[in-house]
């Protein structure tokens, strides 16, 4: 079952910013995720956070919801490991 995908206007831009390289792996990873965002080889729960999960892919992370109804994963936040858990 392949989820529809919905990228928030920041993580767009974060994206659009990145090198040609980190772009295509994050791509990647996100294509993973559609087709099964819910394995824990590609990204896990957040503690605390009950509807948000993280993928990491090398540096970066990715924070995103999955809303089982409407068949959609929605990408919050693309940053650097170090930042993207920052005002959760």
Known sequence: MTFRLRVSRDALRYLRRLDAPSQERITQR???LL???FALRFGK???GQTDLRAAR???WR???SVDRQSQTLTVERIAPRGQVYRNL
Do not use: K
Request: hydrophobic share 35%; no cysteine; net charge negative.
């Open 30 to 32: 996100i294509d993973e």
């Open 35 to 37: 087709d099964d965002p």
């Open 45 to 47: 729960p957040l503690r």
């Open 57 to 59: 892919v090398g540096g």
């Open 62 to 64: 990715l924070l995103y």
